[in-house]
């Protein structure tokens, strides 16, 4: 075998060499090339409308990238798959209803389903619900069945620390304006509405700015303020007519409380008759003196501070004035003036002016 003189190994070798490093560079150009297209499709907004989808939960990873793909929401799901598996790893697609405004770029459409930004529908509870009500006006505005509401109300496990007396969530369901994704489950709901009283508590009603009362007393007497004054300048005067009472041991007289016992009867018709002020209830506060067992429905934060910080007023008594607002009094004498001029008189006075 004729050998290769040593000259001409070395400058094949060096050629070869040159070859592979000619080879390398048009390889990495490509890659660059590939790389900067993918990041160019993957940044590029796409579709100028309104999608909406449902994403089902337990859907494969490649199924959800074609239904995206298929709306236009995203560009080719197999570019998405490599994005997600080399640059999101750890990340997981969120099950639930999506609403995409376009033009919008695939990765912003993957982060936004990673997020779990679901579209979500505004639900307001009002202030002075009780349990129930509650319960019905979550299942009217389309969430939830009203049993699995009032099961998950009845259990008081979501505010025991607070109030280790509790027999349910009723008053510490706190009303507000709350934004729900559709099919969220009751429980879930319910402790949104616990999460939320239990912050304002914490962060606003104190130990300290309570004046001595537990939490337990602090809603049942906001819950009697809620459902006594309208007018939100009035709270901390009723809550100081009840503080006063309370402090002389003088009964509450709250036609509320007495309402709300009907109410759990089953026996409220709207009418409040002068046999249910004798009614056997403890919740009746014309026949116990002092605060009723528990909240009568759940007062909202104006109530919650009139009770924790009442004024200073000496009232014992207050009567309506039948459009929203009451005349408070300090003696017995002065409120029965009161009650003949805005009840007895006033209501004559409507009747005769109406014949």
Not at 244 to 268: S, V
Not at 278 to 302: A, Q
Request: hydrophobic share 45%; net charge negative.
């Amino acid at each position: 075998m004729t050998s290769v003189p040593a000259r001409r190994r070395r400058r094949l070798l060096l050629w070869s060499a040159a070859a592979l490093g000619v080879a390398a560079v048009a390889v990495a150009a490509t890659c660059t090339g590939l790389v900067a297209w993918a990041e160019r499709e993957l940044d590029r907004p796409r579709g100028s409308d309104v999608v909406e989808l449902v994403i089902e939960r337990g859907a494969p990873l490649a199924s959800i990238l074609d239904q995206l793909s298929a709306a236009g929401v995203i560009g080719d799901p197999l570019l998405a798959r490599l994005y997600l598996d080399y640059r999101r790893p750890e990340d997981v697609l969120q099950a639930g209803e999506y609403r995409f405004e376009q033009p919008m770029s695939t990765v912003e459409a993957l982060d936004r389903v990673i997020r779990g930004e679901v579209v979500t529908y505004p639900v307001t509870v009002v202030e002075g619900l009780t349990l129930r009500e509650t319960a019905e006006r979550l299942v009217s505005e389309g969430f939830g069945e009203l049993d699995a509401f009032v099961a998950a109300m009845s259990s008081p496990a979501l505010i025991a620390d607070l109030d280790p007396e509790a027999e349910s969530l009723e008053g510490y369901l706190f009303p507000d304006t709350y934004a729900f994704a559709a099919g969220t489950g009751e429980q879930e709901i319910v402790e949104a509405m616990v999460r939320n009283f239990r912050r304002r508590v914490e962060n606003h009603l104190t130990p300290a700015s309570r004046r001595g009362l537990d939490v337990r007393s602090l809603v049942t007497l906001a819950s009697i303020v809620e459902k006594e004054a309208g007018a939100l300048s009035e709270r901390p005067v009723v809550a100081a007519v009840f503080h006063n009472r309370l402090d002389r041991g003088i009964a509450l007289y709250a036609d509320p409380t007495i309402i709300y016992a009907l109410k759990m009867a089953g026996a409220w018709d709207g009418n409040l008759r002068r046999r249910d002020l004798e009614l056997d209830s403890p919740y009746n506060t014309y026949v116990h003196p002092g605060l009723p067992p528990g909240p009568i429905c759940s007062p909202g934060e104006h109530s919650l501070r009139a009770a924790a910080a009442p004024a200073d007023v000496p009232y014992l008594y207050f009567v309506s004035r039948n459009d929203g607002t009451h005349v408070f009094a300090e003696t017995l004498a002065e409120h029965n003036r009161n009650v003949a001029r805005w009840q007895i008189r006033y209501w004559r006075e409507r009747r005769a002016a109406g014949r």
